[in-house]
């Protein structure tokens, strides 16, 4: 009786499986590379956001705007210098600035020569100069008496 059960053909509830073929390799070379090439993309991706959205200081500057342009190869930005403390027998400062918005430099344009109250932003950490010659951003400009 023992032959017979091991000559005995599989039951429906004995299947047999085909033996899947291994998986293709993976280059783990090419995915260590394009993790050692991204990573640092997306660390230099996420640095200049927050450079740029997080403000270190706010603060205001007076004083007369005296040198204003548009500069830049491929990132045009507006940049300008602030006297500040023109008075007679006064040091004057120098307060230089980066402006992004085109409506806000025309208002600084409009009022070149008079004295202007500033509205800044300090972004420190910006990783190019695409982003402007200064970490000094203005997003306001009053005229002043």
Known sequence: MADDEQNAEPTSHETVHPVAPPPPRRHWGMRLAGIFILLPVLILVGWTLVALNWSYSTGY????????SRKGWLCKTWEGQLAIGNFPGSVQEQFEFTVHNDSVAQEI??????????TYEEHKGAPTSCFGDTRYYVIGVTATP
């Open 61 to 68: 500057r007076d004083g007369i705007v005296q040198k204003f």
């Open 109 to 118: 344009t409009r009022h070149m020569g008079k004295r202007v109250a500033l």
